[in-house]
């Protein structure tokens, strides 16, 4: 007799939980008889394998990777882009997240626009402009830029050799890709090039450069972003930051190079100038013996292209509405 109630209760309090918690995987996922295991993200079917791929419980759909973890944010499956709750995993659909379109089949509608802009140019834009919007105080267009010592090659050749290989890499991951620059021939200055992402509506702008020192032994990657306090895009810092968080850290994991650190400035230009979150990487030394030679050769160009494309994989992976 007693046991019978407690029973009732177990089953009272169970309902009450599920209809308190109708959004929860968890519940779902385990009245469909699925365990969990970790952080409610792991779970475990009856058979005691982790569930991989898709899972429908009701209507809702949710996704796990081959780790069987639960995905939250945006994840690209199959070449399109998808977006789960971040609170409860579940497939969203019709709806606008961040500006962006979802259909009805929980699709990103069109692409994450990146736009590349390959540092200098063989002709170099004369004469100076603001340093950012309604700044009176004005810097030089752009520069020559530095070159290799050691195997003479000038940066701007470089920035543009790795920013169409990105570009095909990026296009290839699913990404509408504009360049700033595709020629030598053409002078930009830093203010163009951001108006380039501009005009674009562009979901991030990256700009490839290479690093200089007077010192041969300076070598590593740094990335350079805004700060918090920028008078032109306060607004941009936090996703600006990660995305220069996301591409250093990729870039030094795919490369092997040394990671020197995320520069927050307010001084560069075409980092000011830009409405859309921004990262500027130098790529490493042309003044290091080592770096200068290692980025010429198409073993290495092939990790920074990598490393380059998982870092911006990664910050939209984690991007926040
Ligand atoms: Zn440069």
Redesign the pocket.
Known sequence: MKIKSFGKKVLFFGILLSLLLPAAVGARAEAAGFQKVKNGTVYIQKNGTRKKGWLRVGRRQYYFNRKGIMQTGWVRLNGKWRYFSRKSGFLVKNKTIGGKKIDKNGVLKGKFVVVIDP??SGVTAGGVEPLGPGSSSMKSKD?S??QGRYTGVP?YKT?LTIAKKLKKELTSRGYKVILTRTNHKKPLSCKERAMVANKAKADLLIRL???GSESSSAHGAMTICTTKNSPYVPELYQKSYRLSQKVLDSYVKATGARKEYIWETDSMSGNNWSKVPTTLI?MGYMTNPAEDQKMQKTSYQKKMVEGLADGIDAYFTNLKP
């Open positions: 540092g200098h520069t830029g530095t940066e920035t450069h290479c690093n130098e």
